[in-house]
């Protein structure tokens, strides 16, 4: 199974705190009924743009691994659960955004191994999750900075097909 979260969050501490980065991907595997067999690696990245600084984390786990990409000025960040052993992935997904204190998520499971590789590929749209009304919309929809409509890109991903089920929100 490969859970993948795309989250903004609501408290760019969070996001900004290698500290509490690691300490997520250090005790989250024992939480899922993982087992961690190496420390987390954690970095703080400035990229080309100054906008694209961030922290990267990454926890090795017998069932495969657990990473986190934050991108700070944009409150966002990317989360991947990879293991090839099954867990509740609505259950994962609600701790993390719980931990994370994200407002806005969305997320994809996909199914992995060789028995896929054979499928027909297809095209997969991303879940639609409800937006709570906060701060950084106004509340109204408007987001604070644009005044314009928040909208949500229509990302399109190329993978086989039955290998893609959103996670219920």
């Known amino acids: 199974m490969h859970l993948v979260i795309d989250g903004?969050?609501?408290n760019?501490?969070?996001l900004a705190d290698r500290n509490v980065i690691y300490d997520i991907l250090d005790t989250f595997p024992a939480e899922i009924g993982m087992t961690k067999i190496a420390?987390?690696?954690v970095f703080r990245y400035v990229g080309a743009k100054p906008e694209d600084w961030g922290i990267s984390g990454l926890v090795l786990i017998a069932e495969s691994h657990i990473s986190v990409h934050t991108f700070v000025d944009r409150s966002l960040v990317n989360i991947d659960v990879f293991s090839c052993k099954a867990f509740d992935a609505k259950q994962v997904t609600e701790m993390l955004?719980?931990?994370?204190?994200l407002t806005r998520i969305r997320s994809y499971l996909l199914d992995r191994g060789l028995e896929y590789c054979d499928l027909p590929m297809t095209i997969c749209q991303p879940i639609a999750v409800p937006e709570p009304a906060t701060a950084q919309t106004g509340g109204n929809g408007q987001h604070a900075k644009?005044?314009?409509r928040v909208q949500r890109a229509a990302t399109e991903c190329l993978v086989p097909s039955r290998q893609v089920r959103p996670t219920k929100p």
């Open 8 to 10: 903004y969050g609501k």
């Open 12 to 14: 760019p501490a969070i």
């Open 39 to 41: 420390p987390p690696y």
């Open 97 to 101: 955004q719980a931990k994370m204190q």
């Open 146 to 148: 644009t005044g314009g």
